[in-house]
């Protein structure tokens, strides 16, 4: 069956990247004979250009209405000055919410062929292979902000942290099923010494892990977790966490791999909606330039087929091409080393389809 894409472009190097994964999932389908449409709408700063709005209601219907959404990036200095809410990144929040996605999967994967480019020893980073579950839609960044005073009349902010027992269980769920499909270990972060929210989700790891006997589990204080992360990131293979703590950790674990032009992102949820964008932004610096690194798009549009498609062997085909385009020593220039020739956006996309076509 076809499966309808959105496809949103967005701003900067955003339809540049986009351009590059659409192309390889045709030589998916070419190959393996999958079927895809392409519908593509506009978001983020474009939007505002061409409508007033981040993201249009024909936008949101239609991603509302696809099997899978695919993100490039938005934002950019033109738009720099607008009030939050009428920014292009304001449309990020408004998919999330409104596509109900829950949860945020972020894998971060230290290729061979690039272990020199991380920040930390080659020891400690190469075969590095986690992917990070963050709960998205709840915690304190959902929960009520304000301002008061205090009775002698000093002022005083208040953020209300607030998890439900469902919001919890259906995340840690999620993070048992995905370690049952890859090395069946689960970290679950949270700070149960100190706060509550933190006791509860202990307690439904404790009750979800019952259904998942193989699973191994480890819980970690979130201040611990930070530590190993850099210290012995190997030890993990899916590690849970809540939305807080999930935002500051896979910031940290995607800093191992070296550049933030190779990673991807899912965000799932209840339904079928999913969205899939690289973690980068839309790069105004470098945009119209054909120099962006299109794999962290073409590794989101892998997670599309994997997660919400279920066309497993066809995204193992993208991310091997991915990897062997890499041991070749092929890199655009945020992966190049002084000296080193570079490939163009579209070069490095053509290179990964030939790869693909090899296969
Ligand atoms: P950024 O990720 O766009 O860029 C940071 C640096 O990384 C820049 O030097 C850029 O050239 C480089 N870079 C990023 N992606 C690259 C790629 N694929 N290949 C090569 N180099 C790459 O972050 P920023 O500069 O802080 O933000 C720029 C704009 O993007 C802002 O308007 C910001 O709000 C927006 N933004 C959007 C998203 C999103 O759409 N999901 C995420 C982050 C930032």
């Given at each position: 069956?076809t499966?309808?894409?959105?496809v949103?472009?967005g701003?900067?190097i955003g339809p540049?990247i986009?351009?590059?994964a659409?192309k390889?999932?045709?030589?998916?389908?070419?190959?393996f004979?999958?079927?895809?449409?392409?519908?593509?709408y506009p978001?983020?700063?474009?939007a505002i250009?061409?409508?007033?709005?981040?993201l249009?209601?024909?936008?949101?219907?239609?991603?509302?209405?696809s099997?899978a959404?695919?993100?490039?990036a938005?934002?950019?200095?033109?738009?720099?000055n607008?009030?939050?809410?009428?920014?292009?990144?304001?449309?990020?929040?408004?998919l999330?919410?409104?596509?109900?996605?829950?949860a945020?999967?972020?894998?971060a994967i230290?290729?061979?062929?690039?272990v020199?480019a991380?920040?930390?020893?080659e020891?400690?980073?190469?075969?590095?292979d986690?992917?990070v579950?963050?709960e998205?839609?709840?915690?304190?960044y959902?929960?009520?902000?304000?301002r008061?005073t205090?009775?002698d009349?000093?002022e005083?902010?208040?953020?209300?942290l607030?998890?439900?027992r469902?919001?919890?269980e259906?995340?840690v769920?999620?993070?048992?099923?995905l370690?049952?499909?890859?090395?069946?270990?689960v970290?679950s972060?949270?700070?149960?010494n100190?706060i509550e929210?933190?006791?509860?989700?202990?307690e439904?790891v404790?009750?979800?892990?019952?259904d998942?006997p193989?699973?191994?589990?480890?819980?970690?204080y979130?201040?611990n977790?930070?530590m190993?992360?850099?210290?012995?990131p190997?030890?993990?293979?899916v590690?849970?966490?809540e939305n807080?703590f999930?935002?500051?950790l896979?910031?940290e674990?995607a800093m191992?791999?070296?550049s933030?032009?190779?990673?991807?992102?899912?965000s799932?949820g209840?339904g079928?909606?999913?969205?899939y964008?690289p973690?980068?932004?839309s790069?105004?610096?470098?945009?119209?330039m054909?120099?962006?690194?299109?794999?962290?798009?073409?590794?989101?549009?892998?997670?599309m087929?994997?997660?919400?498609f279920n066309?497993?062997?066809?995204?193992?085909?993208i991310?091997?091409?991915?990897?062997?385009?890499?041991e070749?020593?092929?890199?655009?220039?945020?992966?190049?080393v002084?000296?080193?020739p570079?490939l163009?956006?579209?070069?490095m996309?053509a290179?990964?389809?030939e790869?693909?076509?090899r296969?």
């Open positions: 069956m499966k309808k894409i959105a949103l472009p701003d900067g540049d986009i351009a590059e659409v390889v999932l045709k030589k998916v389908e070419q190959k004979g999958t079927s895809y449409q392409f519908d593509e978001v983020g700063g474009c250009d061409q409508t007033g709005e981040p249009p209601a024909d936008t949101l219907n239609a991603c509302l209405a099997d959404v695919l993100l490039g938005v934002g950019g200095f033109k738009w720099d607008l009030p939050g809410n009428k920014r292009p990144e304001a449309a990020l929040l408004g999330r919410k409104e596509l109900g996605l829950y945020n999967l972020r894998p230290v290729y061979p062929s690039l020199g991380s920040t930390l020893k020891e400690v980073v190469s075969g590095v986690l992917l579950v963050r998205l839609t709840g915690g304190i959902f929960g009520e902000h304000k008061t205090t009775e009349g000093t005083k902010a208040i953020d209300v607030e998890y439900t469902p919001e919890i259906r995340i769920r999620l993070a048992f099923e370690a049952m499909k890859r090395r069946k270990k970290t972060v949270d700070k149960a100190i929210t933190s006791r509860l989700w202990r439904v404790a009750e979800v892990r019952k998942f193989e699973v191994e589990v480890d819980q970690q979130v201040d977790c930070a190993q992360l850099v210290r012995n190997k030890q993990f293979d590690i849970v966490t807080m999930g935002d500051i896979s910031d674990a191992l791999t070296g933030i032009g190779m990673l991807a992102s899912a799932i209840a079928n909606n999913a969205m964008e973690i980068h932004g790069a105004p610096d470098i945009a119209g054909n120099i962006a690194n299109p794999i962290a798009t073409i590794l989101s549009a892998a997670m087929l994997r997660f919400s066309q497993v062997k066809e995204a193992d085909a991310e091997t091409a991915v990897a062997a385009v890499l070749k020593g092929l890199r655009t220039g945020d992966l190049a002084k000296g080193q570079t163009s956006t579209t070069e996309g290179a990964i389809i790869e693909l076509d296969m």
